[in-house]
């Protein structure tokens, strides 16, 4: 069964922390790269972080040295660790496999976590 449960997300003041989870199906975790993805209000959804089953992480320019994401392949489970956040981190965080955004359109997707950032 393809799942994808994202959670941890919430009402937080700037620079403030939050750490969000993702429980994945074997099926989207297993030997794939994962990311967390934002979509902010009004804007497209983006790729905000990567991690490859061995590790390594890539980040989004506005993100780096704030947001950590891991993975924990006995659980199926992806985090996000933000912190110092900024308003512009406000939007409806989600996680899946790496794909080019031409595939956003009709991949399965989790129903995301919301986060927003008061100034």
């Known amino acids: 069964q393809v799942q994808l449960v994202e959670s941890g997300g919430g009402l937080v003041q700037a620079g403030g922390s939050l750490r969000l989870s993702c429980a994945a199906s074997r099926s989207i975790f297993s030997g794939n790269t994962m990311g967390w993805y934002r979509q902010s209000p009004g804007k497209q959804r983006e790729l905000a972080a990567t991690?490859?089953?061995?590790?390594?992480?890539t980040y989004k320019d506005s993100v780096k040295g704030r947001f950590t994401i891991s993975r924990d392949s006995a659980k199926n489970t992806v985090y996000l660790q933000m912190k110092s956040l900024k308003p512009e981190d406000t939007g409806v965080y989600y996680c899946n496999k790496l794909m080019g955004w031409a595939a956003y359109e009709y991949a399965y997707w989790g129903q995301g976590t919301q986060v927003t950032v008061a100034s």
């Open positions: 991690i490859s089953t061995g590790g390594t992480t």
